[in-house]
């Protein structure tokens, strides 16, 4: 995914405060994409639990808001984030495995 984003001249999505995760929740919602699995470029590889922008090594924002009881590192294999909406819960972060066919997001650079 992020060989693809780079393809374009971007890299995953980097979410440095809550107004890009608002817009982020957004695009998602009025793609349609509830349920699916869209990948942001958060992680946590190298650290586990410290989360970071895997393009500029910038750690996570405070104030980004993460589903309840995530991230979780389910069976310890989850260093990825996603953007989670399914319609009922709040919008939110979650951990996930990062080797899974999904959707993502790509940022481009200001011109």
């Known amino acids: 995914m992020n060989e ?12 440095n405060d809550k107004d890009e995760e608002k817009f982020m929740q ?3 919602f009025s793609a349609n994409l509830l ?11 190298g ?3 410290h989360f970071y922008h895997y ?13 309840e009881r995530q991230p979780d590192n389910y069976k310890g294999n989850e ?7 399914d319609g009922i819960q709040t919008a939110g972060l979650n ?13 481009l650079p200001p011109q």
């Open 35 to 45: 349920s699916e699995i869209v990948y942001t470029g958060l992680t946590d590889l």
């Open 79 to 85: 260093h990825c984030t996603h953007v989670f909406i």
């Open 47 to 49: 650290l586990e639990g």
């Open 4 to 15: 693809r984003c780079k393809s374009y001249g971007g890299y995953l999505i980097e979410l």
């Open 95 to 107: 951990d996930i495995d990062c080797h899974r066919t999904a959707r993502y997001m790509c940022e």
């Open 26 to 28: 957004d695009m998602v």
């Open 55 to 67: 393009h500029t090594k910038k750690p996570i924002a405070s104030d980004l808001y993460w589903i």
